[in-house]
């Protein structure tokens, strides 16, 4: 019987979700307040980013960061929460591990009078993120509010794709500073700038057209780019290359919508 070598990225995707799933039948009570999307949204951009690392640096990288997040678990469960009088294990007292991560209590969504939901009857701190998007003065919708995490969280994916390229992939592809290194590291670049602006725009709603337009252009240019980059390269079916590539097209896909509504309206004020 030959011995099994755990080369493909699914190997890794296997070892983070494994770790989600006994993380949460151990300390999934201390997320029940939050909304499944975002609970899910959770798990897909952590598996993306350790997945994604693998393939770019190599797994000493990505298990090293992985490592890193338990290690920050660990600390936040055994010491952080016990200092502010919570159980790291149990979550009690929940009134004051709810209010300690900004969640509303029961008693703050019966003042919003926001109904509980049979479902959840007699722990109303279930549903707390929905009673705050519920309150009054806090009206946007649930499918907005997830659109927009998505949004933010595909820029701040972008920033950390050229932090990757710039202080994992440049130092292990080049021994010394030259030429071919700084324009090695001016892609990374070109991720951050284009990171920076989309983040720009999904954090503020009133952000000017100006912005916007550039930011439009930005993703389509970058999309541009990368398609031709990992055509020429003979790699645009690599899971770097996929998932640089689909972060890029959803970015273009979120900025093209923004633009549209925000232009929809200016039209609709001016009539």
């Given at each position: 019987?030959?011995?099994?070598?755990?080369?493909?990225?699914?190997?890794?995707?296997?070892?983070?979700?494994?770790?989600?799933?006994?993380?949460?039948?151990?300390?999934?009570?201390?997320?029940?307040?939050?909304?499944?999307?975002?609970?899910?949204?959770?798990?897909?951009?952590?598996?993306?980013?350790?997945?994604?690392?693998?393939?770019?640096?190599?797994?000493?990288?990505?298990?090293?960061?992985?490592?890193?997040?338990?290690?920050?678990?660990?600390?936040?469960?055994?010491?952080?929460?016990?200092?502010?009088?919570?159980?790291?294990?149990?979550?009690?007292?929940?009134?004051?591990?709810?209010?300690?991560?900004?969640?509303?209590?029961?008693?703050?969504?019966?003042?919003?009078?926001?109904?509980?939901?049979?479902?959840?009857?007699?722990?109303?701190?279930?549903?707390?993120?929905?009673?705050?998007?519920?309150?009054?003065?806090?009206?946007?919708?649930?499918?907005?509010?997830?659109?927009?995490?998505?949004?933010?969280?595909?820029?701040?994916?972008?920033?950390?794709?050229?932090?990757?390229?710039?202080?994992?992939?440049?130092?292990l592809s080049f021994q010394q500073l030259s030429t071919t290194a700084l324009w090695f590291v001016t892609g990374g670049m070109a991720l951050w700038y284009a990171g920076f602006i989309n983040l720009m725009r999904s954090h503020d709603a009133n952000s000017t057209r100006m912005l916007r337009i550039l930011c439009v252009l930005t993703n389509l240019s970058l999309l541009v780019f990368v398609l031709t980059f990992a055509s020429v390269r003979n790699n645009l079916f690599a899971p770097a290359s996929l998932a640089l590539i689909g972060t890029v097209v959803?970015?273009?896909?979120?900025?093209?919508?923004?633009?549209?509504?925000?232009?929809?309206?200016?039209?609709?004020?001016?009539?």
């Amino acid at each position: 019987m030959t011995n099994w070598i755990p080369e493909t990225p699914w190997f890794d995707a296997a070892v983070v979700l494994g770790l989600f799933a006994l993380g949460n039948v151990l300390f999934g009570h201390f997320e029940m307040h939050k909304p499944r999307w975002k609970r899910a949204l959770k798990v897909l951009i952590v598996t993306s980013i350790i997945v994604l690392l693998s393939q770019m640096a190599g797994r000493v990288y990505a298990f090293g960061m992985l490592g890193a997040l338990l290690g920050f678990a660990v600390y936040v469960h055994a010491v952080w929460l016990p200092q502010r009088g919570v159980n790291g294990w149990t979550g009690e007292p929940r009134a004051r591990y709810l209010r300690l991560v900004g969640a509303p209590t029961g008693k703050e969504m019966a003042e919003a009078h926001f109904p509980p939901d049979p479902l959840f009857e007699g722990d109303q701190a279930l549903q707390s993120d929905v009673a705050s998007e519920a309150s009054p003065g806090h009206e946007t919708p649930r499918l907005a509010v997830a659109i927009r995490t998505v949004d933010r969280a595909l820029g701040w994916s972008l920033v950390l794709f050229g932090c990757v390229h710039n202080f994992i992939a440049a130092p292990l592809s080049f021994q010394q500073l030259s030429t071919t290194a700084l324009w090695f590291v001016t892609g990374g670049m070109a991720l951050w700038y284009a990171g920076f602006i989309n983040l720009m725009r999904s954090h503020d709603a009133n952000s000017t057209r100006m912005l916007r337009i550039l930011c439009v252009l930005t993703n389509l240019s970058l999309l541009v780019f990368v398609l031709t980059f990992a055509s020429v390269r003979n790699n645009l079916f690599a899971p770097a290359s996929l998932a640089l590539i689909g972060t890029v097209v959803l970015l273009t896909a979120f900025s093209l919508v923004s633009n549209r509504a925000y232009f929809h309206s200016k039209a609709g004020r001016a009539g």
